[in-house]
């Protein structure tokens, strides 16, 4: 049987950093693991979301099939589409599954593909069918490249059935009411910290990276990197809200304080990450708190103050920054420039603001509406005085 496991692997610069392989009972799966150790390059998160859904596949060729990777064909991975949405049709295994969405399906194929895609990279033999599309052609264009075509696989699997449950439309921006709430129902400083933070407009991943050694109480100050907290670039300097400042103090003083003096009593080393893990659990007390953990806290809290827990994601906090600086920006244009909400949320480009905005809010419409009839006013009497 596949099994997933937590790994360091080891850095150019003598550093380590977190990865994702899957171990056999029997054999030590390589090219699965040095795919996932590709992938760990990137995102540790990405490789630990491609290491289970990998491991599941596996399993599945396994114990349905009796065969590996290798072997599998688009029959295959098609029937295992199907029993991740459907269950089983045909019971050659005792456990139903099924009931995914249809996102999630895809998910898995999109990860199943990438690992074929990886093993035709390294010269690997595999059955899995394969055709390949052509793209990037554009006859019409004069701008050199567009006319050239590229090819790329797809995998021949039928996909066409899955649609699942429909999408969960998630509470995507908090209101004054709905902050106060869950925090009232988060029962420490360090998961009130956590989500003020959030609040404040850093991404959950740079929150639990954080380190303690980069916070400027004096300052109220953060500084984050992009890369799950590996000091790797310049970073970037996040000034936070008076509210996260004191609950941030009220956490290290009163709760962090209380780990770190107990791990140095048992011989432990302290993690350098800002938060760490409360509960006195033998194998996980003290360690760096984790972000399913984040999220089950945040949900729970969530339920507690009436709002359906299932709608409750970590990255609506973030969202609801920004919409609270797209407001202020309709308000009063020339206190909030592109530039500095770029700053504040850490992008290259306002591109990436659009998935965040609200297009409900009243006040921002309503004030982008005045903004643009006082322009057109304006051009009217220039008009006229000239």
Known sequence: MFAVERCLYPRADGDTMDG???????????????????????????????????????????????????????????????FLQFGNVIPFVGAVEGKRSGFTVRGYYTVVASFYTFLRSQGREVKMEVAEEKSGENPHSFLYGQGIATTSPRYVAETSFVSGKPPVDYEKWYTDEQVDAILSNLRTYRDKAVFSLSLDGLRIDEILSAQIDLYRADEGTLKLFRSKGRREGEGRVCVLSERSRRLLEEYLYNERSAVEGKLIDSGSLVPTEIFLNLREREGSFGKPMAYHNALEIIKR???????????????????????????????????????????????????????????????????????LEAAKEQRHADDQTT
């Open 20 to 82: 994702w392989i899957i171990n056999h009972t029997d054999a030590y799966p390589f090219w699965a693991n040095k795919f996932l150790h590709k992938m760990s390059m990137g995102s540790p998160q990405t490789a630990r979301q491609y290491a289970y859904k990998l491991c599941k596949y596996l399993n599945y060729l396994q114990d349905c099939w009796h065969i590996g990777y290798a072997d599998a064909t688009a029959k295959h991975l098609t029937s295992f589409l199907r």
């Open 301 to 371: 809290a969530a339920k507690h103050a009436g709002l359906d827990p299932a709608k409750v994601r970590t990255h609506s906090g973030r969202s609801t920054k920004m919409e609270e600086l797209l407001r202020q920006q309709a308000l009063d244009p020339a206190s909030l420039t592109d530039n500095q909400i770029l700053d504040i949320m850490g992008w290259k480009s306002m591109g990436s603001a659009e998935p965040y905005k609200n297009r409900q809010d009243r006040v921002t419409a309503v004030e982008n509406w005045k903004r």
